[in-house]
């Protein structure tokens, strides 16, 4: 058992690595070779992990966006007391947070790359299904007034994606951080009931 375990820590450590790397400096231009040097292991290790480059880079965009939901529900989770507005900007944030490592290189190879895009839309589809249910939760306790939740939510991911892929910032100049502050701002604004709202 304790082979096993020691297996496990080692094969999420080095998912951790490559993660990280990936993340600051893009794929498409990276050999097993270079992952393996950069990695200090063997190419036989990183085929202990996947069978190829393409398999392992689609397992290592899986790990991220795997680890970057559980911390990003853990930044909810910890707001459960709080009101639906509080929660809504917890989540924002957390998602900020999570791609702040992540650079326009990174971002630029997922679109280009299919089994990396899919992946990516997956959790962006996620994400916007749970800022709904945020949303939703909010308008059904009285905290937010009456809107459609599933434009909401469409509008949000929509701007999501375009801070992700670095459009914003080369826009407004904002950086991600900021984009999404701004984001739970305009979104929090909207959605504060009207004081004229049932009048």
Known sequence: MGVVRRGSVRREELFDALVALLLAEGFAHLTLDDVAARLHCSKRTLYSLAGSKEQLVRAAVVHFFRGATERVEAAVAADAGAGAAEQVGAYLHAVATELAPASARF?????????????????????????????????????FREVHTAFVADVVTATMVRIQQRQVATSTGLDDAQAYAHLAELLLRGLAPCARDGA
């Open 107 to 143: 971002f630029d190879d997922v679109a280009a790359f299919p089994p990396a895009a899919e992946v990516y839309e997956r959790n962006t589809r996620a994400a916007a299904a749970r800022v709904q249910q945020l949303v939703a939760g909010g308008v059904a306790s009285g905290a």
